[in-house]
């Protein structure tokens, strides 16, 4: 197709851009062709295969975890591959064929997806130090972050979260953005002021919780492409999946 793929000097080959593009590109190929074979390969008798879901960081993440558990015990032969991500991360391997679902959190894009919302709701404040002013303070308010320096995901700064902080949002000061907690927590832990997030079930040595008030919830979502085409083993845990939600709403 007339692009160069790589430069090679007197030691070694080195890809060019295109050569990336194509060495990527080859591996999501590669990626695919071989679950086809294993969605072809599965047992008539009992039912088997692999799942690939993309999940974000949440509270609702155990209730994923119970119905993984619940469905292996009756399909022992199913196996699941879990993909650690934020929704852009997520939503781009949905499109390309990479996931088979994910679970992100609101807003979900009903243009795009199918979805099951998950039962536990996730609650919004901030993490701070110990040692901050604010560690004081069992709620927080949009005012007592002026003039703090913030982390935030970039998707967190749109919708119910954005809307909380109302006339005050353009006066915040966001320092930093970021799309796993972990990483944002040690900013804030190394001396950055709070970081606007949800509620884990998880404990930072240094750090402390604290939820807004008025006091802000969201849902989380498990998100298929619409229209997919699934392999059996996919279907059923999206059917297991539906009745048990159904079933706890």
């Known amino acids: 197709m007339g692009v160069e793929l790589f430069v090679r000097s007197n030691h070694h080959i080195t890809l060019?851009?295109?050569?990336?593009?194509?060495?990527?590109?080859?591996?999501?190929?590669?990626?695919?062709?071989?679950?086809?074979?294993?969605?072809?390969?599965?047992k008539k008798t009992e039912l088997a295969g692999e799942i690939l879901i993309g999940s974000g960081e949440f509270?609702?993440?155990?209730?994923?975890?119970?119905l993984i558990v619940a469905f292996r015990e009756q399909h022992p032969l199913v196996t699941f591959q879990i993909?650690?991500?934020?929704?852009?991360?997520?939503?781009?391997?949905?499109?390309?064929?990479l996931l088979d679902l994910g679970v992100i959190g609101e807003p979900v894009d009903v243009r795009k997806y199918e979805f099951l919302?998950?039962?536990?709701k996730e609650r919004w404040g901030?993490?701070?130090?110990?040692?901050?002013?604010?560690?004081?303070?069992?709620?927080?308010?949009?005012?007592?972050?002026?003039?703090?320096?913030?982390?935030a995901a970039s998707r967190q700064l749109h919708g119910d979260v954005s809307g909380w902080f109302g006339e005050m949002y353009d006066r915040m000061e966001f320092a930093a953005?970021?799309?796993?907690?972990?990483?944002?927590?040690?900013l804030v832990e190394s001396g950055m002021g709070a970081v606007v997030c949800i509620e884990l079930n998880c404990v930072y040595e240094n750090l402390r919780f604290i939820p807004f008030a008025p006091a802000v919830e969201t849902r989380t979502a498990v998100v298929w492409k619409r229209d997919a085409v699934f392999s059996a083993a996919t279907t059923a845990f999206l059917e297991f999946v539906s009745k048990q939600l159904k079933g706890s709403s």
């Open 59 to 66: 509270r609702s993440t155990k209730e994923l975890a119970g």
């Open 117 to 120: 919302f998950l039962t536990e």
């Open 83 to 97: 993909y650690s991500g934020n929704a852009d991360n997520i939503e781009d391997h949905i499109g390309r064929g």
């Open 16 to 42: 060019t851009e295109d050569g990336l593009l194509l060495k990527r590109r080859a591996e999501e190929l590669l990626a695919l062709a071989n679950r086809t074979r294993q969605d072809f390969l599965q």
């Open 126 to 151: 901030v993490l701070v130090r110990n040692d901050s002013p604010l560690a004081v303070k069992e709620q927080i308010r949009a005012e007592d972050l002026l003039g703090v320096s913030l982390v």
């Open 177 to 186: 953005v970021g799309n796993l907690l972990y990483n944002e927590a040690m």
